[in-house]
Each structure stands twice: as C-alpha cells, then as structure tokens.
C-alpha cells in the first residue's frame, strides 16, 4: 500500500492551495498509473522511461523553456498537489520554482533528482558562489546518475512494480551507455586544437569536462558596451588564434553577437560558420527523437563533432537524428 501524505500544508501558503484536494492516489484504483509531474522535460523523459506504463508523466516546460526563468503557473500547483510525485532538478535550477517546490516537499511526495548527486561530481557556478552549475544532464554518465534516483523515487512511491522499474532503468542506462561512448568517439575525433565550444550561455560545462572541450558563453555580451566591444575583441582573437571553424547558438542567442563575432574573424581572413543549434535547457519537439534526452545529446554531439572538422555520422548515432537537424 502506498503512504498518502496530505493535509500537512494547512499551515502553508501552499497549503492553501493543496491541502485539502485528495490526490490522484486517493481516487486512483490500485492499478491505474502513477501521476508523476516534472519539471523540465528532461526529468520527465527520464520518469516515462523508467516508469514505462505505470505512469503518467506530465512536464510543467515544454521545448524551448528556459527553467531559470520558469515560474509555476496555477495549472501547474494544482497537478503538482494531485500527484503520487513530483520530481525537479534542484541545484538551484528551477530558480523561481525553489521555495515553493521545498515548501510543497514538507507535506508531498517531492524528490530533486539532480541533488542526491555527490558534491564531489559537481562543477563550481560562475555566477553563484555558494551554488553548483546545475547543467548536469550534459554529460551522460552524470544523467545516468539522475537516472537511478528516478528510479528509486518510483520504487518508494510505489514498491509494488519495483521489477518493472528497475528493468526499464537497467534498459535505459544501457542506452544512455551507447549515447556516452558514441559522445566519446563522435568528439575525439575532433582535432585537439579545434576543441572549443562557444555557445549562448553557460549551460556546458559538464559536457566540457565530459569530452576535454574548452567552453566559452557570450551571454550577457551587449556590442553596445565597451566591455561588450572588447569582450568581442577577444573572442575574435581566440578564433582567430586557435582557427576555429565554427560557434553555436541556442534557440535565445542574440544574432547580433554571433555576427559580430563571424564578421570579426572574416576580417582577420578567418572563416568561422554557425555551426548549428544546440539543445541546453529544453529539448527539442514532443514526439521526436530530438524530443528524448538520447536524441538531445546525439544531436548536440553530433552538430559540434561535425561543425568542428570531427568525423560524425550526419544521422546521428543511430541514423535517426532529422536530416539537416
Ligand atoms: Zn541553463
């Protein structure tokens, strides 16, 4: 039998809003799924890939939210108080969502998956000096990691289908596995000078670590300042220096920094191209495989190693990243 906690928020803001209404758990015959709720769609592919049928997964941000930046919407606090539980990243990544998400944890079936992570694998954050980067999902063996505590939280919430799950996770890792060592050879063929990766914010990190990448985000450059203009400068210069072939966007970057930086280099003699779109804190469309957390590494491993003189299947992986993709 499951422990159904409810009632303890009373005292709460929160409580106000969910104490009172029953969970699905409550209504929900013996056999019907889990309604699980997570916050990023990576934590909920992570959820429908371990809890296969025994689930319903519902993410609060679709492709193309940015979790810093996200705040919970009324729809959203009312499937959170209905569900058997909810998972988040934590680490400080759902920066609008924190206080609510561990006051609801006092009274709810609340895990965040990225924090049973080990102080020892996390990477210190620029910006925050008593935080962590949160990027973890960028490397593979770190997800695999977050992963196992999905799992596990699917375990405790519901004991009855632990074979189920832990034969869905064992499943799951091993293609994570196959993702991470295609990620190892995709991105070692990568000429040793040319591994810089330049993008839109500071979301890769742990990818960096990961596969021996030099990473450098341009967020927060405006062209308009003079610490902008010489920020610019640099960047043309380390480009120029190091020849490298190509700098990435994200679906937020502003076109005016990659231009400047493109037409910078192109004075210099040097060439530079976009070198693609990358996927950082969202995933790509539902129901396509760049929509999975596979096809959102396989993608972003497969456009850097090929946009950087690597040698990588266009297709991905398995041939079924979108053509052009
Ligand atoms: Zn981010």
Known sequence: MRVLKFGLALATGIGVLVGLAPTNADLRAESA???VVATTGMIADAARQVGGDRVDVKALMGPGVDPHAYRQTRTDIAAMAGADLVLWHG???EAQMEDFLRELAESRNVVAVAETLPDTVLIGHDTYV??????VWMDPALWSDVVIAVRDALIDTHPEDRAVFEGNAARHLENIEALADYASDALGSVPTAGRVLLTAHDAFNYFGSAYGFEVIGIQGISTESE??????????????????????????VSDRNIRALVEGAAARGHDVIVGGELFSDAMGTDGTYEGTYLG??????????????GDAPERGMNGRLSAGS
Do not use: C, W
């Open 227 to 252: 610490a902008g203009l010489n920020r610019i400068a640099e960047l043309v210069d380390l480009l120029v220096d190091r020849q490298i072939g190509a700098v990435f966007v994200e679906s937020s």
């Open 296 to 309: 959102m590494i396989d993608h972003n491993t497969t456009t850097i190693s090929r946009a950087l003189g």
């Open 91 to 93: 680490l400080y990544l």
């Open 33 to 35: 799924p889990l309604a």
């Open 130 to 135: 008593d935080k962590y980067d949160p990027h």
